[in-house]
């Protein structure tokens, strides 16, 4: 009897909310899982541990902006997969830190993807595109072959990102695919994204521990869909018999106005009675409106979210009550209540709402 070789998998930035989900989706498939993390002063493994699979993760302490740390990966991994995950992922922060943007996010990839075709080309590469990328949109839906306009220099790196893949994959003829996945959110997504802030916040006010929440342009939408449904989609793209660029989204765009009065109403409260607007959180360069056309991945793909905007939010607001509860109750331990600290911050910065 022939005995199946067991699937390796790369996945970098893998302590973040998609990492996290992917690794746990793959383990759960059999796979042997690498995973990368920057070193911080403080660990960042609480999504892991909340899935219980640390353990299972071989985690790597790894620099996108050191080629020997990228050919050491490759060496000691071998993966017949890698998703690359790993950005300067936050927006508001890419116009304080646009050179970092354009390191880590754009050049990042350039230096992994060149590195895999010269020392594994059999890998399977897979690149993490955003909505993000179509800025100030050209047309409404959002599909594969809309031309690109990016409004943030995140976004700018990440259409970097995304063509430098494109011409790798034409001029080498090795397996690189592109999601380009739309607003994925979860109750894993962290506390300076715009949703966490508001479904924490409504958390937070209906057990009298916050007043008021400051949010930014109410009126920018969005299309959104849960975590755990995309992560899905990543792996079926680069299971494809041939490498291609796919939209990932939900086809239905609302507003951060109707996610805060949703996510209140989950609490049984009126979102007008807690929140301001404060221009500090304002960009400098809005995007407007983001809605994709998932055509393509539902007929190629055969994927489509199963979790919808309503159940979203429910879900995540849900989380962070109980959260909460047990943080007040003296129930949580350490790691998995970590994260909750030292970010309440309402009128800092470190809030500024990702839209």
Not at 97 to 111: F, H, N, S, V
Not at 292 to 312: I, R
Not at 332 to 352: F, G, N, V
Request: glycine share 6%.
């Amino acid at each position: 009897m022939k005995i199946r070789k067991q699937k390796t998998a790369v996945i970098t930035g893998v302590t973040g909310q998609d990492g996290a989900y992917l690794a746990k989706f793959l383990i759960e498939k059999g796979y042997k899982v690498y995973g990368t993390y920057r070193r911080l002063s403080t660990p960042n493994f609480w999504r892991l541990q909340s899935l219980g699979i640390q353990d299972q993760v071989d985690l790597i302490p790894f620099d996108l902006l050191d080629q020997s740390s990228i050919s050491g990966l490759f060496k000691k991994a071998k993966p017949d997969e890698f998703y690359n995950l790993a950005a300067q992922s936050f927006v508001g922060a890419s116009f304080d830190q646009p050179i970092g943007a354009g390191e880590i996010t754009g050049l990042g990839t350039t230096r992994i993807i060149d590195t895999l075709s010269t020392l594994s080309p059999h890998t399977k590469f897979y690149q993490a595109s955003s909505s993000e990328m179509y800025g100030k949109v050209q047309e409404i839906p959002q599909t594969e072959t809309t031309p690109f306009y990016p409004r943030s220099p995140y976004a700018a790196a990440k259409v970097y990102a995304h063509w430098i893949t494109v011409n790798y994959r034409e001029a080498y003829d090795i397996f690189a695919c592109c999601g380009i996945l739309f607003n994925h959110e979860s109750e894993m997504r962290g506390l300076e994204f715009v949703t966490r802030k508001i479904t924490n916040a409504a958390a937070r006010i209906k057990l009298g521990l916050q007043k008021k929440l400051v949010l930014g342009n109410v009126e920018s939408k969005r299309d959104w869909g849960y975590a755990v449904d995309y992560v899905k989609a990543m792996w079926k793209i680069i299971q494809q018999s041939k490498p291609d660029d796919y939209v990932v989204a939900t086809g239905e765009t609302h507003s951060v106005r109707e996610f805060a009065r949703l996510a209140f109403e989950e609490v049984d409260l009126n979102y007008e009675d807690y929140i301001v607007t404060d221009k500090v959180f304002m960009r400098p360069a809005e995007v407007d409106i983001l809605i994709g056309d998932p055509s393509k991945a539902k007929e190629q793909l055969k994927w489509e979210p199963t979790v919808g905007f309503k159940e979203l939010i429910k879900i995540m607001v849900q989380a962070d009550l109980t959260n909460w509860k047990k943080i007040l109750d003296g129930k949580l331990i350490p790691w998995d209540a970590m994260h909750y600290y030292d970010t309440e911050k309402p009128l800092s910065l470190h809030y500024e709402a990702d839209r």
